[in-house]
């Protein structure tokens, strides 16, 4: 019998049809196992069958060993979705349990690696002030080691340094195919607190502004609302956070005012990575755009077609840390090596841990594109807790 710590093979079993987006139907049309049976043993009412176990475990590709894996410690009513109110339930469901297993498995990989958690500040007091929001993005910056007052080059690669892994979610279809039904929803985070693991997932787009702002406001909710899970907006504050961190509120004051034409706008978006639109509001939210002028700004992206598509491209980051924990410890082809041990479908894996497409030179790192992309850091000076970071990036 399963201990307290383990999931029994019927709760796995449910796990998997929703990681895959699998219904009982057709999980019956993969394996023809009876959707009785399948009910049965999801719900406690009868014993799994071993023989059966490794019907459905073939025809899905997924190893043995994620029947009986421990599942995540991550408290899936605790999550922080950054997602549209008319979100499918359905796809926000297969969302969490896709999370809950990203986060099973970046505990495994950091854990085998010794990488070192995250020393971010939080939030405790129960009400915090828009300038509370402003100090806690800025200590924030300074736990990343970034810039007080610069623009990131590359905010993936930050959060990474700092121990917060970073994971896109693209989810299979029940044919195998890489789809994301997820237009409604950007991210999701979740952070147990200080010496724990981190990890922020997002649905990548074809926005690299609005992946970072999307990261952005994930590490928000870890920062907020970790120790504050009851805050009355939650939404509202993170999106404050992700402003004050993107573009920090003295260089804001100085530089988005009322006086910019929607063309200033742009040249600030190609400064920041930042969006038009982002910019506004953070313009509003220092104090130096009205509402009226607001308004007007927005009538002007709408006559142009730029709410639906802006001008300036913002290169898309690429996360790196969980590919070089799984590829250290699995060698070049590890997603077929890892699957049993990480008790994991070698197709999720691979969402999880992307491999890396290439390398940044250190002539390159940090240097702004005439394009507006943004790409990696310069590797800097180890400071005592840094070391495995920097070898792992």
């Not at 200590?139 to 970073?166: C, N, S």
């Not at 990261?215 to 956070?241: K, M, Q, S």
């Not at 709410?307 to 898309?316: A, I, N």
Request: proline share 8%; aromatic share 6%; glycine share 8%.
């Amino acid at each position: 019998m399963p201990t307290a710590l383990e999931a029994s093979p019927g709760e796995r079993l449910r796990t998997l049809r929703d990681l895959l987006g699998l219904t009982g139907a057709d999980l019956h049309r993969l394996t023809k196992i009876s959707q009785s049976w399948i009910s049965q043993v999801e719900t406690g009412a009868r014993e799994p069958a071993e023989d059966r176990l490794c019907i459905i475990a073939e025809a899905t590709d997924t190893p043995m060993s994620f029947f009986y894996a421990q599942p995540s410690s991550v408290p899936l009513d605790s999550l922080r979705f950054r997602k549209m109110a008319t979100a499918s339930r359905t796809v926000t469901r297969r969302i969490s349990a896709f999370y809950g297993e990203s986060f099973r498995v970046t505990e495994e990989l950091t854990g085998q690696a010794g990488y070192p958690p995250p020393p971010l500040p939080f939030a405790s007091s129960s009400d915090l002030s828009d300038e509370d929001i402003e100090e806690l993005a800025a200590q924030t910056r300074v736990a990343l080691r970034l810039a007080p007052d610069k623009p990131i080059p590359h905010l993936t690669r930050a959060l990474e340094r700092a121990g917060v892994a970073v994971a896109p979610i693209v989810l299979p279809d029940p044919t195998g195919d890489s789809v994301s039904p997820t237009n409604k929803h950007f991210g999701v985070s979740y952070w147990a607190g200080i010496g724990e693991t981190a990890l922020v997932a997002y649905f990548p787009g074809n926005q690299g502004d609005r992946d970072r702002f999307t990261l952005a406001h994930e590490l928000g909710h870890l920062v907020l609302h970790t120790f504050r899970p009851r805050a009355a907006d939650p939404e509202g504050e993170a999106n404050r956070f992700a402003g004050a961190l993107l573009v920090p509120q003295e260089r804001a004051r100085d530089e988005i005012t009322d006086r910019l034409t929607l063309e200033g706008f742009a040249r600030r978006k190609q400064a920041w990575g930042v969006s038009i639109q982002a910019l506004i509001l953070r313009g509003a939210a220092v104090g130096n755009i009205g509402e009226s002028r607001k308004r007007s700004l927005y009538v002007q992206l709408t006559q142009r077609g730029w709410r639906k598509e802006e001008p300036v491209s913002v290169g898309q980051e690429a996360p790196l840390l969980l590919w070089s924990l799984l590829h250290r410890q699995y060698g070049d082809k590890p997603y077929l090596r890892a699957s049993d041990q990480l008790a994991i479908q070698p197709t999720i894996l691979r969402s999880i841990a992307p491999q890396a497409v290439g390398k940044v030179s250190k002539s390159d790192a940090g240097q702004p594109r005439p394009n507006g992309k943004v790409i990696a850091f310069q590797k800097r000076t180890a400071r005592p807790e840094s070391d495995v970071r920097d070898a792992a990036l």
